[in-house]
């Protein structure tokens, strides 16, 4: 485990935001590279555990998804941070997408790193062989998830295999390649080929090797599928592999387990997480938006969208657990504090990032619904998610009636809004969906918080924002990638 640590520290000290700088690092004399540090089946285990896994994080969407959209408003306390985003200046220097487009390459250079590694060590066969297998597998899901989510953001069309996409890297090149930008289908191809590996070779019944919620799992890697295909608009698929997954992976959290699941208490539906332990130098997910803890007292820098807080109340009102997790009870009327993520144990605004749950798999058994012009298992399968969030039942939550498919998504789209607030989604499901459903970001003209900044309360469907831009640094080290339209 010492080499492994050697080896990570030296990973880290060569980190850069460009891409190309994230997939080699130089070596010196004298410095100890994978070639030496992984050289058994523990060692690939110890630098997946801890450099891999480790390595994943959405946060920096998560942040800049909330500010963005229609999630968040300017707290009056706010002094100026997050002014630029919230008035819709996305730039490609901005550090939130910068850090996302270098984290996610990290990972992606780690993975190669350890698959580079794995070609040279020869395990016993039986289970030493099985627990190799299952290394690769894990690493090759976890370079998949890093594919979607840049996918996710920086394409400009999800759902068209021959608009360009990211950079494909899936070996470790030389010190002075430029990597240019690949057409979706060559990035999608290899994400298949990396979930089928996948799901092919984890060992999930290993007892050295205890699956959890917080590692790759089947359920994990199926959600990837059902989350891919989805954005693909290849809705056949996305319904079979999300069909799996509810079949198999955890029901529906009650309201009463959903604080729990927030707090980190229990697992409730959450297929898959990011681990954020209380000890440790971790990131603290609600740092984002509030300074010291998540209440009216905390320093809040951004609160809740009023619009978003509202929409917590139904009608007729069978009450709606949603309000009174993820707005903090210390909330005033102009300030709703966000407190989706409260904190773990003596950790304030440090909470696990959750990646995949169970309601995610319903909206999308949804939406293929009404790619089939299922109207009506569409409505069924939203009121599933809202009858699990009520407080009360002595109202039953009323079915919604779909009249075209466009009323169908703008419920959805609604119910996503509600249920996957700050986690990430919003920003996506708008520019994927926005059009068809006839929607936008819908922000309340009090979410300026007093701050006197006029800004926007929507941003047009078709505006070249709703794809993130290359970032600059990767631009300086690799002047030949193609930037996004309009950056």
């Known amino acids: 485990m010492k080499k492994i640590r050697l080896l990570a520290y030296a990973l880290m000290a060569s980190f850069s935001m460009l891409s190309c700088r994230e997939a080699i690092d130089i070596v010196q004399d004298g410095e100890l590279t994978e070639e030496v540090a992984l050289q058994s089946v523990e060692d690939l285990r110890g ?56 984290n996610h390459y990290r990972a992606i250079n780690r993975v190669n790193r350890l698959l580079k590694a794995a070609e040279r060590i020869t395990p016993p066969a039986g289970v030493e062989t099985q627990r190799y297998n299952s290394i690769l597998a894990e690493a090759r899901a976890a370079r998949a998830f890093a594919y979607l989510q840049l996918q996710s953001y920086f394409t400009t069309d999800m759902a068209n295999d021959a608009a360009l996409g990211v950079i494909l890297l899936t070996d470790v090149p030389a010190i002075d390649a430029q990597m240019p930008r690949v057409t979706n289908g060559e990035i999608y191809a290899q994400m298949e080929a990396d979930l089928n590996f996948a799901d092919a070779n984890l060992w999930e019944n290993d007892a050295a090797n205890i699956r959890t919620y917080k590692f790759v799992t089947k359920n994990m890697i199926n959600s990837a599928r059902a989350r891919m295909y989805t954005y693909r608009k290849k809705y056949a698929l996305a319904k079979q592999y999300a069909q799996l997954v509810v079949a198999n992976a955890p029901a529906l959290t009650p309201s009463s387990g959903y604080a729990g699941m927030w707090a980190d208490t229990s697992q409730g539906e959450i297929i898959f997480a990011l681990s ?14 509030t300074t010291n803890q998540t209440d009216i007292n905390g320093s809040p820098l951004l609160k809740m969208g009023m619009n978003l807080y509202n929409l917590y109340t139904p009608i007729p009102n069978w009450g709606d657990i949603r309000k009174s997790v993820f707005a903090d009870a210390t909330s005033t009327a102009s300030t709703v504090i966000i407190n989706k993520y409260p904190g773990k144990g003596n950790t304030p605004l440090r909470n696990d990032i959750k990646v995949f749950r169970t309601s995610e798999m319903y909206f999308i058994l949804a939406e293929a619904a009404v790619a089939e012009n299922d109207l009506a298992t569409a409505a069924t399968l939203v009121t599933a998610v809202r009858t699990a969030r009520r407080t009360s039942t ?21 119910e996503r809004r509600l249920e996957l607030s700050f986690e ?18 819908d922000r309340s003209p009090l979410d300026d918080g007093g701050a006197g900044l006029n800004a926007p309360l929507t941003l047009s469907i078709t505006d070249y924002r709703w794809t993130f831009p290359i970032p600059s640094a990767e631009k300086l080290g690799n002047p030949s990638i193609v930037q996004n339209p309009g950056y």
Do not use: C, Q
């Open 394 to 414: 002595a109202i039953a939550v009323p079915v919604p009636t779909y009249a075209t498919a466009t009323d169908a998504l703008r419920d959805i789209l609604k």
């Open 424 to 441: 990430g989604h919003r920003y996506v499901d708008l520019r994927r969906l926005g059009a068809a459903a006839g929607v936008s970001i």
């Open 276 to 289: 954020r332990p209380s000890a440790g130098a971790w990131g603290n997910i609600a740092s984002f938006w």
């Open 47 to 102: 630098f997946l555990n801890g450099n891999i896994y480790g390595s994943l994080d959405t946060s920096n969407e998560i942040w800049l998804t909330s500010v963005f959209t229609d999630e968040t408003g300017i707290a009056p306390s706010n002094s100026g941070w997050y002014f630029a985003e919230h008035r819709y200046i996305l730039a490609s220097d901005n550090t939130y997408v910068t850090t996302m487009w270098g």
